[in-house]
């Protein structure tokens, strides 16, 4: 069964820093893109950022280039994301998602719980 | 990019068929074959039910299909169901590898 599990969530000050990561199970971790997806607080879903399978390529949402990076440690089956310069719209849960790219659109065919970041003075 | 665009709402008596729609540009919905959709129950994680446009995963019910023309794609639930009642979310990568979401449809079945 597949299994992604998120940490790291927590409540930050405006301008502060934050990694989540995501432990994966339950399928060979090394072979499928994977990527971020947030959720403010009774809102849609937005796209964050995607990586390929060996960490090489990475996709990012234009308005979050520059603060967030994604990134991934194949021997750990672990995906994380560093987050700089937290805004209070930043506030959301963050979604560990893996990407099943058998054809063209990727879908998210599996999702985490989520973990809650909260930024606030 | 601007965030595609879909009515905030629908609602259809149980048996009956809906359709939520999701609008984009050439530069993504109407210049790939790169949409799926999402249902989301309350406090529950989203979950795929259309991917390349109209392709269903496994184990998802064959009352859900998907079909785009031009620059907006559709989702139609047929044989609506009371389990139905979620928000649906359409996506669609662009060209640039970004990927959009709709902003969301919440579907009540009456």
């Known amino acids: 069964e597949v299994q992604l599990v998120e940490s790291g969530g927590t409540l930050v000050q405006p301008g502060g820093s934050l990694r989540l990561s995501c432990a994966a199970s339950?399928?060979?971790?090394?072979?499928?893109?994977m990527g971020w997806v947030r959720q403010a607080p009774g809102k849609g879903l937005e796209w964050v950022a995607n990586?390929?399978?060996?960490?090489?390529?990475?996709y990012y949402l234009d308005s979050l280039r520059g603060r967030i990076t994604i990134s991934r440690d194949n021997a750990k089956n672990s995906l994380f994301v560093q987050m700089n310069s937290l805004r209070g719209e930043d506030t959301a849960v963050y979604y560990c998602?893996?990407?099943?790219?058998?054809?063209?659109?990727?879908?998210?065919?599996?999702w985490g719980q989520g973990t809650l970041v909260t930024v606030s003075s | 990019q601007s965030a595609l665009t879909q009515p905030a709402s629908v609602s259809g008596s149980p048996g009956q068929s809906i359709t939520i729609s999701c609008t984009g540009t050439?530069?993504?919905?109407?210049?790939?074959?790169?949409v799926s959709w999402y249902q989301q129950h309350p406090g529950k994680v989203p979950k795929v039910m259309i991917y390349?446009?109209?392709e269903r995963p496994s184990g998802v019910s064959n009352r859900f299909s998907g079909s785009k023309s031009g620059n907006t794609a559709s989702l139609t639930i047929s044989g609506l169901q009371a389990e139905d009642e979620a928000h649906y979310y359409c996506?669609?990568?662009?060209?640039?590898?970004?990927?959009?979401f709709g902003g969301g449809t919440k579907l009540t079945v009456l």
């Open positions: 998602v893996r990407l099943d790219c058998r054809g063209p659109s990727c879908p998210f065919d599996s």
């Open positions: 339950g399928f060979t971790f090394s072979n499928f893109w």
């Open positions: 990586i390929n399978e060996d960490g090489g390529v990475e």
């Open positions: 050439s530069s993504d919905i109407g210049g790939y074959n790169y």
């Open positions: 390349d446009v109209s």
């Open positions: 996506s669609s990568y662009t060209g640039s590898n970004i990927l959009l």
